[in-house]
């Protein structure tokens, strides 16, 4: 369901053997699929607690983007182990948006190399690899060892963070802008914006249905800032201090 009434009062968590849970008045979360809703970080059950207690007279589900993506980490409901869900990630780069030019008309086509060129050279010289872009219809032909490169950094993280990280490049449409947000080389606001460039340019010269456009905005925003939060939580390893849901 997409809402439901809500049933608790108080929200708090705890520390049980396998992590921190998720305390409603004195049930324990449960996932989908009925498992006990634990995860790694104090910091992040924090996080996902605060989603709870911010709903108001009814449950809003979709809104709650950090518990879905621990319901994903803990449920694996695609039975995927973390080399497929590494390689589904690195797929993205031969569709990744910033590799894929216009021709015409000749001042997107300019907008694109002026805002995309700077976070692909990034990303290059980051990585130290070969990425590109191509105004053909098939993309740029990446390089393997380009491929094999991401693979081996993203066998870095864990499996929790894979999924944040899966989750941020499926809104965005692109690992390389993923990354340049997750490794804090731009900003939630800018990851979006380029996410969306010809679109934006479209809404500049034909105008939008403002209503919509300003809500499919802020909804990629919160998506995207929901995930890389969550990578970043499920990757550290230090904990907070005691301080639950202070009004």
């Not at 390389?176 to 914006?193: F, N, P, Q, W, Y």
């Amino acid at each position: 369901p997409l809402e439901r009434k809500r049933f608790y009062q108080n929200v708090s968590i705890s520390q049980g053997e396998g992590g921190f849970e998720i305390n409603l008045d004195h049930r324990k979360l449960k996932t989908p699929q009925a498992k006990l809703f634990t995860v790694p970080s104090e910091a992040l059950a924090i996080a996902v607690a605060t989603e709870w207690d911010s709903q108001k007279d009814t449950i809003k589900f979709y809104t709650m983007h950090l518990t879905t993506l621990c319901n994903t980490a803990l449920d694996n409901p695609t039975q995927r182990n973390k080399m497929q869900l590494i390689r589904a990630a690195v797929k993205f780069l031969e569709t990744d948006t910033v590799c894929y030019r216009v021709e015409e008309p000749a001042a997107l086509a300019e907008l694109q190399k002026n805002e995309w060129d700077p976070v692909i050279a990034w990303a290059e010289k980051r990585y130290n690899v070969a990425i590109g872009s191509s105004t053909s219809i098939l993309g740029p032909n990446i390089p393997a060892s380009t491929k094999e490169t991401f693979v081996s950094h993203l066998a870095s993280y864990n499996m929790w963070a894979l999924q944040g990280i899966e989750y941020v490049i499926t809104q965005l449409k692109s690992l390389i802008l993923s990354m340049g947000l997750i490794d804090r080389h731009i900003t939630v606001e800018k990851a979006v914006l380029l996410s969306r460039l010809e679109e934006e340019y479209q809404i500049q010269r034909w105008g939008n249905v403002e209503w919509a456009h300003d809500y499919d905005l802020c909804e990629l925003r919160a998506r995207a800032a929901a995930g890389t939060l969550f990578v970043h939580l499920c990757s550290e390893s230090s904990t907070v201090k005691h301080k639950l849901l202070q009004d």
